[in-house]
């Protein structure tokens, strides 16, 4: 077990806490509560979650991205010519290109969006004293979570040929409410989410102190507004 004052190398002590993510999650958290941390705590593990993302896309490729998938199809119909030109254009673009540079942009956009929320939520919701810098590495180290998602996620989708895989209450969803709000929104309410969320209040109340249970519910909630907006924004299937 590690111990303060070892002289454990920058690299090995990083690995260590991301470990600790899975199963001791303030043990994760603690060193750097103590330290601050630094710039390789929120860069290296987000930029290793890109890359199993990107690893993921490039092994379900052939599936995700087929033009002949039947939702895909469905959504071409849809469109006039002009837009399904382009639309089928994009889609050749992603197959080329977007399966390696999207999750890069997706990773390090949602990493930035999170860790501003959180400090303001924090600082202005909890009355607690907290960095930028500390909710990028709270949510850097959750986000390895994310990663063992897609480990996950490629031989479901392998194996079903079909990238429409629930890991949540998506399963319960009737095909009548499929294209609905509150369809897309028990969609992506999925256990790694619900995972990932609790693991950063954790994170949160370490950081700040704040009674892990107020931090992990602020956090939760945080969570399921960000999911309703995504719901609200995505597209409704007409009835």
Known sequence: M???GLGITEESSLTQRLRRVF???RDAFEPVAVDGGSWTDWLLPMTLLALIWSVSNWATLSIVADPELPRIQQELTQLDDETRATALQSLQMWR???WFTTPFVNAFSELAAVGLILTGVIRFGLRAEVSLRQMLTVKSYAGVIAGLQWIVMVPL????????IALGLGALVPAVMEGTFFGHFLTSLNLFGLWQAWVIGIGVSVMTRVPQRRAVLTVVSLWLV????GAMTH???PV
């Not at 989708?157 to 429409?164: E, H, K, T, V």
């Not at 960000?226 to 907006?229: E, G, K, L, N, T």
């Open 2 to 4: 590690h111990e303060p």
């Open 23 to 25: 199963y001791a999650p």
């Open 96 to 98: 080329e290109y977007g």
């Open 157 to 164: 989708i392998r194996a079903n040929a079909s990238p429409d």
């Open 226 to 229: 960000w999911i309703a907006m």
């Open 235 to 237: 597209p409704v299937d």
